[in-house]
């Protein structure tokens, strides 16, 4: 009863990328960059592992930002000439790449690290990969002039890395699909068909997270102006129930989303966002198992995983490294609760 789990990523060590913030570049390159992405992902699993994580992941050590780590291995997208706009409808601009070819996937995009993981835990390993829709969000087009087209061509290349990551031994693949809570009703028009294009074929467990993003001012501002209620989720949850997916992890904790949505996810596994990643106040053990206990109102307890809110890839690392034991701990006093 309630597993634990990230939602994918955690802070990077200093010697690797420049710490406590997005988008980090990288400290070192070449042979020597590759071997230090292994050595990070180790680390992460093993303070996943201390802080008593059912189900590790590589802690995305090995990309400098969870959408464009797939990507470079993409043909069809020009990375020489990044242009600047504006992203899940205008809250922040960002320099992202442009498709200008038909898209292809050129070989394996995350085979070294998800192999050194699977070679390093016997836990669940997971795995998380971008959403087609929010990939679509966070680039430049010029090739498909459509914005379904373009998600469905990304959809076949995911599909093709997914296969290969179950094969490399991963038990979980999630796509993360933060637009999904922008454009709720691209989301259910199209947004979900991409992603079952995406999961075609696989036999492990499959997962979606939807957040409301890290805790960057950007998205800290969008949140300010979304009123006392939050019923994004509202709109797009049915149509993830009735979807072909296993689990759904969404934002619980400090989140102004009623937690009595959760109820409509019927039928799905629920990775309850425990963790606030858009603060610096570590959780108690204490709180950790009252929003636990929140959810079991509306989701039915064997269906419950204990998740962080979102990834931690900005923050501090001995407050992530405080966080992931706290949720550790919470989800053992939930458990010896009950
Ligand atoms: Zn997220």
């Known amino acids: 009863m309630f597993p634990t789990t990230i939602a994918g990523s955690l802070p990077k060590p200093s010697w690797l990328a420049e710490p406590d913030r997005l988008w980090a570049p990288w400290r070192l390159s070449g042979a020597e960059l590759a071997a230090a992405k292994l050595d990070a992902t180790l680390l992460a699993i093993k303070l996943q592992e201390d802080a008593g994580l059912d189900m590790v992941g590589d802690g995305e050590q090995s990309r400098q930002h969870f959408v464009h780590g797939f990507l470079e291995r993409v043909a ?164 993830l129930a009735a979807s072909r997916l296993d689990q759904v992890s969404v934002e619980c904790r400090n989140a102004k989303a009623p937690m009595s949505l959760l ?18 106040e570590v959780e108690t053990p204490e709180q950790v198992a009252a929003t636990i206990e929140a959810a079991m109102k509306y989701v039915p307890k064997q269906r419950i995983v204990a998740c962080t809110n979102c990834g931690m890839a900005p923050m501090r690392r001995d407050i992530a490294q405080a966080k992931l034991a706290a949720l550790g701990k919470g989800a053992a006093l939930a458990r010896a609760r009950l």
């Open 76 to 239: 069809g997208i020009d990375f020489e000439h990044k242009v600047e706009i504006g992203i899940r409808n205008n809250r922040y601009k960002a320099m992202v790449p442009t498709v200008t070819g038909a898209l292809r996937l050129d070989g394996r995009v995350h085979e070294p690290e998800a192999r050194h993981a699977r070679a390093h835990t016997t836990r669940k390993l997971k795995f998380t990969l971008p959403g087609p829709m929010t990939i679509v969000d966070t680039i430049a087009d010029q090739h498909y002039g459509d914005r379904v087209k373009l998600a469905f061509a990304f959809a076949d290349a995911l599909n093709a890395e997914a296969r290969a990551l179950e094969r490399d031994g991963v038990d979980v693949i999630q796509f993360d699909e933060p637009a999904f809570n922008v454009y709720m009703e691209d989301a259910t028009s199209w947004g979900i068909e991409a992603l079952h294009r995406a999961i075609d074929g696989l036999s492990c467990t499959t997962a979606v997270h939807i957040c409301y993003g890290y805790g960057i001012k950007a998205n800290l501002d969008w949140k300010a102006t979304l009123g006392g209620e939050w019923r994004q989720y509202e709109k797009i949850f049915p149509a």
């Open 263 to 280: 109820s409509l996810l019927e039928g799905k596994d629920v990775l309850v966002g425990v963790i606030d990643v858009a603060s610096d």
